[in-house]
């Protein structure tokens, strides 16, 4: 057979077949590397938006002797660079050029008297000049000496934060000493504030940028900052009395972070450290202190939950695709059947009428196959494995089904065979096989509930294996009981007196073989397409859950200090503004132990009305003097706060977290009514008032809505493109079923046209003539539809306690996977609608046929 001529004679089926191949590599190349593209903007937004104390690589050293101590940027510089030598390969293009030194002191006291105490620590940024302005006096020069107790001190030049000055007493002009038995005096020369406060350098040094308090358990209150000096200052800068650390900060560029360098990346950063700790000696000691590998291993837990999801979908999305590619290629071998059997009737061996028929579905194939792998490099992603190996296997698929059909249709020459057995007996080879499939299944869906997640943060071939032996053990199951309810209807119909019904089931009987491709093929399909949109609907009602549990109420208010009536009323008057729930929120200490624990005191009562319609519960409290505790606090019938005022209190009971306020550690709930005066420090709003407005009335407190933490969470480029991936899932499995459905009514388009025309010259209406052809289509879907929907509806719940998306629901894990009427109806819809328009246009086909060539002399 001459391919362009097959070609001509088939147009419409090779078209399809052309399509529908396109289509496929397009998907199984171009998908994976969306997806891929995903999961490294996911990491490198992750490692962006951390604080670079945590990401970058901090070389610390302290000194232990005087030889182990640095002078001069030289020496500083010197040992940036021995360190960025030791950097593994696989580290050396995330560290970019940047970076800086420091040498600092720790907990340096001033020499003073005072109800708190003063810490001034001596600290030298090696970039500095950059990063700090001077709005006072000048910046720090050389450092000078003085007499002090009999003995000569060096005086230091230091510049200090404007919050010092305000909050501390420390001004231009002044002089302190430092220390307790060794002494060091430092004169400040100016005052600074930072260039740029929000620069990811300054969370290394935020000692230096603020005041920061702390509040011993037995002592008074403290103040620390950390002075700047000059590079000439570090002659003065030694350890003796005093701790002094140096660190060398390699800033990791997070914009040239890959998430297939994650594996690597982990090892090297475990290898430098490994160098870091035997560069030590007895002088000095270095350690290296990062986030990096907790923070790569969380990315790695959320995204081998991405990838078992995606991959999962994806997968089913490509076997659905490929089904589909199946039955268009089994209708083209169904068109040539005719020629070729013919051509076997006249002496052509198996081997030539085999490869005429392949040759032409190779033809077909294999272009399209390099189209669609050239379309997927229009789209963005790294270029992995799959996509050269996809298309491959497309065309290596359909070619070998193309193959095995054409030699069992013509082994031998005219062999004659029916198709219209409602009912063949199986082999007990094949009942064991299939018995044994249902049997695995089963098990291992049992056994993956029994295990839960694996806990590796690697791919589980056991999670990826099992969705796909349950669809096969349904679709077995779904094929083994296909012929009862067709004889049940068989029978039903031949009870009855009109004559459709019983010819349409008796059609769909007979074409029961026909159908059992579109059975595979519809039963993933749907499955498939309500698994995912299961999951998004999960994912999706978890991330609003989640959210209203960040924030506790639509709108949260939060001062560091206690917000005045005045301005809660003010607050209360504003438009816009429905309800209003006081909190304060603080540390408390237990009288009996001694633990100082952080409480919430609320009107539960309101703050219930402001969170009417929320998706959360909140506890309940039985008297005014009775508290909720956390589980690190559990176990205590009655405590005894000392926070406002003294106060015993029963504990009624324990909860996990305080929405909006606490979810871990220490902490209790308790009523305002235990609070001497009605203080509070967050207000809890419902209303539509913007949050620049309720910053104007309150210019020192910070807004927080459940709207911005929702859409923070949905932000998340792995969340997003979990989202997406569900969203376009659903729809693309949803048309590949319908296109299921199109081919099967094409694959009997000749048969059932010649027995509606033979029909019609009987008497046949054309709109029995519809019924017949609905009535002989329906079985497949009413068979396949319930239980496609059905399994896609427990794949969640079976494969829940194996796969954590909490990392893209806001931490919470999702549990609710109760889906909505609306996909089911509408695949189904979708499916029948496709049925009776198929009906139709077979319908208004076969009416342009010539009743005279249906009677024909020979024909049964």
């Given at each position: 057979m001459r391919i362009p001529l097959g070609v001509r004679a088939h147009a419409g089926t090779s078209a399809l077949l052309v399509v529908l191949t396109v289509i496929a590599c397009?998907?199984?190349?171009?998908?994976?590397?969306?997806?891929?593209?995903?999961?490294?903007?996911?990491?490198?937004?992750?490692?962006?938006?951390?604080?670079?104390?945590?990401?970058?690589?901090?070389?610390?050293?302290?000194?232990?002797?005087p030889a182990g101590e640095l002078y001069s940027r030289a020496q500083f510089e010197g040992g940036d660079l021995h360190w960025r030598r030791l950097l593994p390969p696989a580290l050396r293009p995330l560290i970019g050029p940047g970076g800086h030194i420091s040498a600092k002191t720790h907990r340096t006291p001033v020499n003073e008297t005072s109800a708190f105490r003063n810490f001034v620590n001596l600290g030298w940024l090696s970039d500095a000049a950059r990063r700090v302005d001077w709005v006072r006096g000048r910046a720090?020069?050389?450092?000078?000496?003085?007499?002090?107790?009999?003995?000569?001190?060096?005086?230091?030049?230091?510049?200090?934060?404007?919050?010092?000055?305000?909050?501390?007493?420390?001004?231009?002009?002044?002089?302190?000493?430092?220390?307790?038995?060794?002494?060091?005096?430092?004169?400040?020369?100016?005052?600074?504030?930072?260039?740029?406060?929000?620069?990811?350098?300054?969370?290394?040094?935020?000692?230096?940028?603020?005041?920061?308090?702390?509040?011993?358990?037995?002592?008074?209150e403290e103040l620390h900052t950390t002075a700047l000096m000059s590079d000439d200052g570090l002659g003065a800068l030694t350890n003796r009395g005093r701790t002094l650390t140096y660190r060398w900060v390699l800033a990791l560029d997070g914009r040239a972070a890959s998430a297939l360098d994650v594996p690597g990346v982990e090892?090297?950063?475990?290898?430098?450290?490994?160098?870091?700790?035997?560069?030590?000696?007895?002088?000095?000691?270095?350690?290296?202190?990062t986030g990096l590998p907790q923070l790569l291993t969380g990315f790695k837990a959320a995204m081998s939950a991405a990838q078992t999801v995606m991959y999962l979908v994806l997968g089913g999305l490509f076997a659905v695709a490929l089904g589909v590619i199946a039955l268009a290629a089994r209708l083209l071998t169904d068109r040539m059947e005719r020629t070729l059997a013919l051509a076997r009737a006249r002496g052509a061996s198996l081997w030539q009428v085999v490869s005429a028929g392949s040759a032409l579905t190779a033809v077909l194939v294999g272009p399209a196959a390099?189209?669609?792998?050239?379309?997927?490099?229009?789209?963005?992603?790294?270029?992995?494995?799959?996509?050269?190996?996809?298309?491959?296997?497309?065309?290596?698929?359909?070619?070998?089904?193309?193959?095995?059909?054409?030699?069992?249709?013509?082994?031998?020459?005219?062999?004659?065979?029916?198709?219209?057995?409602?009912?063949v007996r199986p082999s007990a080879r094949r009942v064991t096989v299939e018995a044994l499939v249902v049997v695995l299944a089963l098990a291992g869906a049992y056994l993956l509930r029994a295990r839960g997640q694996s806990g590796t943060g690697q791919q589980d071939p056991f999670l990826l294996l099992i969705p796909v032996a349950l669809t096969l053990a349904a679709a077995l199951i779904t094929l083994r009981c296909y012929p009862y309810p067709l004889r049940l209807l068989v029978r039903l119909a031949a009870r009855g007196r009109a004559a459709v019904p019983f010819l349409g089931s008796t059609r769909a009987a007979r074409e029961r073989s026909v159908g059992a491709l579109p059975v595979l093929i519809l039963l993933p399909a749907l499955s498939l397409s309500v698994f995912a949109a299961v999951v998004h609907d999960g994912i999706t009602a978890t991330q609003r859950l989640a959210s209203w549990q960040k924030v506790g109420?639509?709108?949260?208010?939060?001062?560091?200090?206690?917000?005045?009536?005045?301005?809660?009323?003010?607050?209360?008057?504003?438009?816009?503004?429905?309800?209003?729930?006081?909190?304060?929120?603080?540390?408390?200490?237990?009288?009996?132990?001694?633990?100082?624990?952080?409480?919430?005191?609320?009107?539960?009562a309101q703050w219930r009305r402001v969170n009417e319609g929320a998706p959360m519960g909140l506890p309940e409290l039985s008297g005014p003097a009775s508290a909720l505790v956390s589980p690190a606090l559990g176990g205590q019938g009655a405590v005894e706060v000392?926070?406002?005022?003294?106060?015993?209190?029963?504990?009624?009971?324990?909860i996990d977290a305080v929405p909006g306020f606490y979810a871990d550690g220490q902490f209790l709930l308790v009523p305002r009514?235990?609070?001497?005066?009605?203080?509070?420090?967050?207000?809890?709003?419902?209303?539509?008032?913007?949050?620049?407005?309720?910053?104007?009335?309150?210019?020192?407190?910070?807004?927080?809505?459940?709207?911005?933490?929702?859409?923070?969470?949905?932000?998340?480029?792995?969340?997003?493109?979990?989202?997406?991936?569900?969203?376009?899932?659903?729809?693309?499995?949803?048309?590949?079923?319908?296109?299921?459905?199109?081919?099967?009514?094409?694959?009997?388009?000749?048969?059932r046209a010649r027995a509606v025309s033979l029909l019609r010259t009987l008497g046949l209406?054309?709109?029995?003539?519809?019924?017949?052809?609905?009535?002989?289509?329906?079985?497949?879907?009413?068979?396949?539809?319930?239980?496609?929907?059905?399994?896609?509806?427990?794949?969640?719940?079976?494969?829940?306690?194996?796969?954590?998306?909490?990392?893209?629901?806001?931490?919470?894990?999702?549990?609710?996977?109760?889906?909505?009427?609306?996909?089911?109806?509408?695949?189904?819809?979708?499916?029948?609608?496709?049925?009776?328009?198929?009906?139709?246009?077979?319908?208004?086909?076969?009416?342009?046929?010539?009743?005279?060539?249906?009677?024909?002399?020979?024909?049964p």
């Open positions: 397009l998907l199984v190349a171009g998908l994976p590397r969306t997806m891929q593209a995903s999961f490294d903007e996911a990491l490198r937004r992750s490692l962006t938006e951390a604080e670079a104390v945590r990401t970058d690589l901090t070389v610390t050293g302290a000194p232990a002797l720090p020069g050389k450092p000078s000496t003085m007499r002090y107790q009999g003995a000569t001190i060096p005086v230091v030049e230091v510049g200090v934060v404007e919050e010092a000055v305000s909050r501390m007493g420390l001004d231009v002009g002044q002089t302190r000493m430092l220390g307790e038995s060794v002494h060091t005096a430092v004169r400040i020369v100016g005052v600074f504030r930072a260039r740029d406060p929000a620069g990811r350098s300054w969370s290394h040094d935020a000692d230096v940028l603020h005041v920061t308090k702390v509040v011993p358990v037995d002592g008074p090892a090297a950063a475990a290898e430098f450290q490994r160098q870091v700790d035997v560069q030590g000696t007895g002088t000095i000691s270095y350690r290296l202190v390099l189209a669609g792998y050239a379309l997927s490099f229009l789209l963005p992603g790294p270029v992995l494995p799959i996509v050269h190996l996809g298309p491959a296997v497309v065309v290596v698929a359909v070619v070998a089904f193309a193959v095995a059909r054409l030699v069992l249709a013509h082994r031998t020459p005219l062999r004659e065979h029916r198709a219209d057995l409602v009912a109420a639509p709108i949260k208010l939060t001062s560091a200090a206690n917000i005045p009536p005045d301005v809660v009323e003010r607050v209360r008057r504003a438009p816009g503004v429905e309800q209003v729930a006081l909190a304060l929120t603080g540390r408390v200490q237990l009288g009996a132990t001694g633990e100082w624990p952080y409480a919430v005191a609320v009107d539960l000392r926070w406002l005022s003294a106060v015993r209190l029963t504990v009624q009971g324990v009514e235990v609070l001497p005066w009605p203080a509070a420090n967050t207000l809890l709003i419902r209303g539509d008032i913007s949050p620049a407005e309720l910053a104007r009335l309150v210019p020192a407190a910070t807004v927080e809505t459940q709207e911005a933490a929702l859409a923070a969470i949905q932000a998340d480029p792995l969340t997003g493109t979990v989202r997406a991936t569900m969203v376009v899932v659903t729809v693309a499995l949803g048309a590949y079923a319908l296109v299921a459905i199109v081919l099967s009514l094409a694959a009997g388009a000749a048969g209406s054309d709109r029995q003539a519809r019924r017949l052809t609905l009535l002989e289509l329906m079985p497949v879907v009413l068979v396949t539809a319930p239980v496609g929907v059905a399994l896609g509806m427990g794949l969640p719940a079976a494969l829940g306690p194996g796969v954590d998306m909490s990392a893209f629901a806001g931490g919470l894990p999702v549990a609710d996977h109760t889906p909505g009427l609306l996909t089911p109806v509408a695949l189904a819809a979708g499916l029948g609608l496709c049925a009776v328009l198929g009906a139709y246009a077979h319908t208004a086909m076969s009416r342009r046929r010539n009743l005279d060539a249906a009677l024909r002399v020979g024909d």
